[in-house]
């Protein structure tokens, strides 16, 4: 499977290639890019204020381990995913969960976090983003860290991608704000590519309390 290919913008930036083949009528594992980031993740920060100075106090934010979805009843486990030793990012072959790219974002801090699952049909068992493509603007996609805690995000837009299109705003953002953005395969199978026609991605920015 070809990936998104994205644009190198940066000597702190790293271009990693994520392939995983899919047999022939079976599941669609996306190919994507992804950019590591050298310098340090941000957390969201709460802010002190004192008489003589003002204090950040950075809260710490857990790995995520459930993915909710109501407007497409969706609710399933977020496995960590890291690199293999090829340089590809590792994911479960498991259809019914998703994979969080653990080298990247957390879901809450300042970013784009990633979470890519499966798409199609495999014995007659559908996949755990096969109705991604149903999502709408303003609905909500919530990520649970191991203590029940909610980190709830809001749909801003959908987008298809070419396998070979330059998709670097799905993996970096500079505008300081938190970003879920959630990817899977999309349109009708290409057999002489062993996979998809497009690739789907779901944007999500966090909810504003």
């Given at each position: 499977m070809?990936?998104?290919?994205?644009?190198?913008?940066?000597?702190?930036?790293?271009?990693?290639?994520?392939?995983?083949?899919?047999?022939?009528?079976?599941?669609?594992?996306?190919?994507?890019?992804?950019?590591?980031?050298?310098?340090?993740q941000y957390s969201a920060p709460h802010v002190v204020a004192r008489v003589d100075e003002v204090q950040t106090v950075v809260i710490p934010i857990n790995p995520p381990v459930?993915?909710?979805?109501?407007?497409?009843?969706?609710?399933?486990?977020?496995?960590?995913?890291?690199?293999?030793?090829?340089?590809?990012?590792?994911?479960?072959?498991n259809p019914d969960e998703v994979a969080w790219y653990q080298l990247g974002t957390k879901p809450g801090q300042r970013g784009s976090a990633v979470i890519a699952g499966h798409y199609g049909w495999k014995d007659g068992h559908g996949s755990v983003f096969n109705n991604l493509h149903r999502l709408s603007v303003g609905d909500k996609v919530s990520t649970y860290d191991d203590k029940g805690v909610a980190t709830t995000f809001i749909v801003r837009k959908t987008r298809k991608y070419d396998p070979t299109a330059d998709a670097t705003e799905v993996f970096k953002s500079t505008d300081g704000v938190a970003h879920l953005n959630l990817i899977t395969c999309d349109g009708t199978w290409v057999q002489s590519k062993d996979s998809y026609s497009d690739r789907l991605v779901v944007f999500t920015d966090l909810e504003k309390n």
């Open positions: 070809q990936s998104l290919h994205v644009r190198k913008r940066s000597r702190k930036l790293q271009q990693i290639f994520l392939f995983a083949g899919v047999p022939l009528i079976s599941l669609c594992l996306t190919f994507i890019s992804l950019y590591v980031f050298a310098r340090a459930r993915l909710v979805v109501v407007a497409i009843g969706l609710d399933t486990v977020i496995m960590p995913a890291g690199l293999t030793s090829n340089g590809d990012m590792d994911i479960s072959d």
